[in-house]
């Protein structure tokens, strides 16, 4: 770790002085871009992030939103990147231990996690070590800690070989009294340190998150990333939800970036406060921890709580009935200064503010990206249909997701596989749903496009289980800033994502930033993933999967434009993006509206592999179609916010939504389409073996 030479500058200008070796790196932490979004943060007030049910906002370590007045929900998701390259068991793990605490902080229980993932070329050798171990990560903490993976997305794409993206979401729930900050109350509070003992793991995280992959990082990053251990983690859940329930805490932050050093300092800072805290009091499991080790080090499994001194000894007694950690570390005092202090030296002596908040901006130039020509591959239907049926990105993912307990907490009503998933919040009486992802060959071919279509998707995914949205969070992934071209489609990404949620009235109420996502194979496409939850009335869906007794309509009608879509990326051709829906709103209100009618059977959005892959995808083993399509480019194109509706009354469907018929389902357990002339015919049987190529190569 080293502090740059101009920001060393603006330091030594604050301070007065030259910074100890500590603060130099705590500065160094504190303002990587990582933590400080230095690249970034001018971009994100493109979003839109208040509502009337919007709590909590951007900012804190979760956002948060009224399901009613005494229920809320927390919402947060976050990146591990760098981490799950270099180790992608434990990179993985991480990931999905940090978000969960993430949630804790705001004085939630952990309901249900979301990721999405993205990896090289699946042919690859490596991506498929990479994906194996991160989704082994994932299951293994996630179902060890009781908290259900209920959805997410794999994406494969050839410029995420050197540079792997892991993007985990969180739903917490929490009575409305419940509610914890990471804002300070009160000088003469204590700092208690609760959870597993520090040591060396993750020294310097937050750094190495902010520079490009380097050749070796798998061997030379590898102390850089953190080691977790789910079991504590379970534990401290269930100690949060005592010391909450219990009202012994005043604030709270978990230990993420820039482990102790980070959380302290931002607690006190966003309470334009002070502390003084003594490292030598933090519990460790290795000897001869210095300083800097001690504050920067970011092991997992530990939360900073503000507590008032009376109430010291019953969190003492709280961490002891579940076996953890628990250190009182400090006091919070008015100075304004965050203090450390080491065996009787004071190793650093800095305004909170200052090291939280003082980073300066990036000033980067930036590139158009450039238009995309039109080379539209000669290739025969049945060729085309085969080849985009059977790719990874559009194969069944059950592979990944059988590996994930979806059900634990007795809340999931629609389970992974489907387009969203939906949670029964009984004590609301009302559902809740969830989608997650992003399609890096969209935001390849067309950056803005390409994000706003991100936006239609995720809200399209939500009205296929009858909701209509309530908030979202994103986590913006890119290369390396400094390229302006790079830069460029970083902008595009967050601009498109901001308009298309704006369109939508979706407030963006928190999210992440992930830069420096480059290695010597180049830098990862501009990549926006977002989550979005949604609410209805009830806990029930009509599925995907036809009865075979109605009428398929497709909503949104049919689309000809061909960029970014599977058909293009499976035969190296290129197009402009197909046109955005004008009414992105009214037509999720209208499909949300007709997946809740009685003689709706099934719906299912159009996306990866476009009609066709969502036509092959709804067919059942008892349950067929006869459909007519007027082209290869209708049949393939992945233009956003359309759906296929299953029903027994088309013309409720047609009040709701413009809709055009497709043909109709029946008991053949077969697919015949006909695409201007030419007929195709599967039976169940071949298109789930096509589809389960992911499975096949895997097992």
């Known amino acids: ?62 956002a948060v939103v009224a399901l009613d007045e005494d229920t809320y929900l927390t919402f947060g998701v976050e990146s591990h990147n760098h981490p799950s390259y270099v180790d992608p068991y434990d990179g993985a793990a991480t990931g999905v231990g940090g978000i969960v605490r993430d949630t804790l902080s705001m004085g939630a229980y952990p309901i249900a996690l979301a990721d999405s993932l993205y990896f090289g070329d699946f042919d690859a050798e490596h991506s498929q070590y990479l994906l194996d171990g991160v989704v082994e990560g994932i299951s293994d903490y996630g179902n060890a800690i009781g908290v259900p993976t209920v959805g997410g997305s794999t994406q494969f794409h050839g410029d995420y070989e050197g540079n792997p993206l892991v993007n985990v979401a969180c739903v917490g729930l929490l009575d409305a009294d419940r509610l914890v900050t990471a804002t300070a109350q009160e000088p003469g509070n204590k700092l208690v340190l609760v959870g597993n003992s520090t040591g060396r793991d993750g020294l310097g995280g937050a750094s190495f998150a902010s520079e490009d992959l380097a050749e070796d990082a798998e061997t030379e990053d590898r102390p850089a990333v953190q080691v977790g251990d789910p079991y504590t983690e379970k534990l401290l859940i269930e100690a949060s939800e005592d010391l909450v329930s219990a009202n012994l805490v005043e604030s709270a932050r978990d230990l993420g970036a820039a482990g102790l050093g980070g959380a302290s300092c931002e607690m006190v800072a966003k309470g334009g406060l002070g502390c003084v805290i003594a490292l030598e009091d933090v519990h460790q499991r290795e000897p001869n921890m210095n300083a800097t ?29 579940y076996d953890l950690g628990c250190s009182v570390i400090g006091d919070v005092t008015d100075s304004g200064n965050f203090v450390c202090e080491f065996e009787g030296e004071t190793v650093v002596d800095a ?27 000669d290739t025969s239907v049945a060729s085309a249909f085969d080849a985009v049926l059977a790719s990874p990105n559009t194969a069944s993912k059950r592979w990944v997701y059988r590996q994930y ?27 809740v749903a969830l989608s997650a992802g992003a399609n890096p060959n969209w935001t390849s071919a067309a950056p803005y496009e390409g994000a706003y279509a991100t936006a239609v998707e995720n809200a399209t995914n939500l009205a296929a289980v009858g909701a209509t949205p309530l908030a979202a969070v994103d986590c913006l992934n890119g290369g390396n800033p400094e390229k302006p071209g790079v830069y460029g489609g970083f902008t595009n990404i967050v601009e498109g994502l901001a308009d298309g949620c704006r369109d939508l009235s979706v407030p963006v109420v928190g999210g992440n930033v992930s830069l420096y996502n480059d290695s010597a194979t180049g830098p990862i496409p501009p990549t926006p993933t977002l989550a979005m939850l949604g609410t209805k009335s009830g806990y029930d869906a009509p599925g995907t999967g036809l009865s075979g007794e109605g009428t398929l ?24 993006f197909p046109a955005l829906p004008d009414d992105p709103a009214d037509r999720v209100a209208g499909l949300a509206s007709v997946a809740d009618l009685d003689s709706t059977l099934a719906v299912h959005d159009v996306s990866d592999g476009g ?7 709804m067919l059942t083993a008892d349950a067929g179609l006869d459909a007519s399509v007027p082209g290869l480019p209708e049949l393939f194109s992945e ?30 357990g077969a697919l015949s389409l006909d695409v201007n002339g030419t007929e195709l015919a599967y039976e169940f049987e071949a298109v789930a073996d096509a589809r389960d190529t992911l499975a096949a190569e895997l097992d």
């Open 639 to 668: 233009a956003p916010g359309r759906a296929v509706v299953e029903t027994t009354d088309p013309d409720a469907v047609r009040t709701r939504v413009d809709a055009v018929e497709l043909g109709h389902s029946d008991g053949s």
């Open 293 to 321: 080790e001690i504050l920067l080090a970011e092991s997992q499994e530990r939360m900073c709580y503000e507590v008032a001194p009376e109430n010291v000894d019953a969190v003492r007694d709280i961490a002891d009935k």
């Open 405 to 431: 307990d979806h059900e634990v907490g007795a809340r999931t009503s629609v389970r992974p596989g489907d387009d969203a998933a939906l949670l029964a919040v009984r004590r609301a009486e009302q559902g």
């Open 611 to 617: 009609l066709a892959v969502t036509l092959a995808e």
């Open 1 to 62: 770790m080293s502090l740059a030479d101009s920001d060393r500058e603006l330091v030594e200008a604050e301070l007065g002085r030259d910074p100890t070796t500590t603060e130099a790196a705590l500065f160094e932490n504190l303002w990587s871009e990582h933590c400080a979004y230095r690249s970034s943060r001018m971009l994100l007030s493109a979003f839109e992030s208040e509502g009337d049910r919007v709590v909590v906002g951007p900012g804190d370590d979760a």
């Open 553 to 576: 309509l497709l909503v949104g009608g049919h689309a000809s434009g061909l960029g970014g879509s599977e058909y293009l990326a499976q035969f190296d051709g290129s197009d402009r």
């Open 351 to 377: 305004p909170a503010e200052y090291l939280a908040d003082g980073a300066p901006l990036n000033d980067l130039p930036t590139e158009a990206p450039p238009e995309p020509t039109v080379s539209i591959p």
